[in-house]
């Protein structure tokens, strides 16, 4: 099917009615990443960037969609109702982008939810707990700290009603872990708040006392809101460095399977450091550890703590990387045939949503499709 300009805005007003036919639909999400067609300007990898940025930020913000230069006006409504309705916003970063057919978005079977907010508490003495399966309200003592689970799904330690500030005494290390299709928050005795990422592991003493360092573990990725502290430096420990700060927001991205290990600061100054070197963040600014070697570059915070505000965000991301994510999120076996290392992806899409509004989203680039065989993500072609 093909589509005046003039058009489009119509048939999107008939997509959010839920009066138009799959393939006005179809064509309609095509166009909305077509942005190099006859006389509509060209643009540069860099001011795509831009565009889909400001357009992200603005219904993020709930506010009307920014004005940009160069876009075709119609197209950026459109990308905003898009987004709206959860269908994402994906494009293919180089220009060569192929007709529109009526199979560019497709319905998929067996489809599959994403994450649940879950995951598994062990405390000092061996003591395992599925926290979706716990009450709410008081689920477990140690020592002088009470561990609640809130009505809205998190962890709450609390010095009993006695006790002020840090407790008397040591109570030992508690584990938070999370499954790939996982996710979990907690506030610690100091006040400290934590995302925990899926497939991670988050290791933490119930309570500071006596300690001079507020010191944890963490294997996978973390979103911290660090409690100010000064006497009690908190001290973020994975398998290839640490960071230390004294109070702060940052996310530690440190995945086994990724080739680098991500510090992202976006509020205070922290320093990173391994065996061989360290670095003093500043905010916007991310640290990467890869080959043993620690960088410091600019950062894109929003595109690093997408995941805790219920989004992916792709910034000219390799699809390994993409798909790797995927799978995390939505506790699915993808496979791939390999033959996709020079294919990079810029867009957005909820993570709320079943996988299939990704599947579908990368798809309209016309350079993937995905096939659902029970647990297992098959890229096809």
Known sequence: MTMEKKDIKEVLEKVSAGTATQEEENAAKYWLHYFSKNDIPELSEDELNQETEAIYKSLMEGQA??????????????????????????????????????????????????????ATLILANGKKIILSDAPVGLIAEQ??????????????????????????????????????????????????????????????????????????ELA??????????????FIVKTDKQEVEVLGTHFNVNSYSDEAAT???????SVRVWNNNEQKILKPGQESLLAKNSLSIRKADTEEAVAWKNGDFIFNNEDLASILRQVARWYNVEIVDDGNHKNLYLSGTVSRSKNISAVLNALEITGKVKFKIDGNRVIVTE
């Not at 991500?262 to 205070?268: A, F, H, I, P, R």
């Open 65 to 118: 969609p920014a004005k940009v230069k160069r876009l075709w006006y119609p197209a950026v409504a459109a990308a905003c109702l898009l987004i709206a309705i959860g269908g994402g916003l994906f494009y293919y970063n180089q220009r060569i982008i192929p007709e529109p057919t009526t199979e560019v978005v497709k319905n998929i079977a067996n489809d599959i939810a994403p994450a649940q907010n879950t």
């Open 262 to 268: 991500k510090t992202t600061l976006l509020e205070g």
């Open 143 to 216: 020592s002088n700290v009470s561990i609640f689970k809130t009505a809205g799904g998190e962890l709450h330690y609390k010095a009993k009603a006695h006790d002020q500030g840090f407790v008397a005494e040591n109570t030992g290390l508690n584990t938070i872990s999370t499954e790939k299709g996982q996710q979990y928050q907690v506030v610690l005795l100091d006040g400290s708040k934590i995302w925990i990422n899926a497939a991670s592991k988050f290791t933490f003493p119930a309570s500071f006392a006596s300690l001079k360092q507020r010191k944890v």
């Open 220 to 233: 996978g990725e973390a979103y911290f809101e660090v409690a100010k502290d000064k006497a009690h430096p």
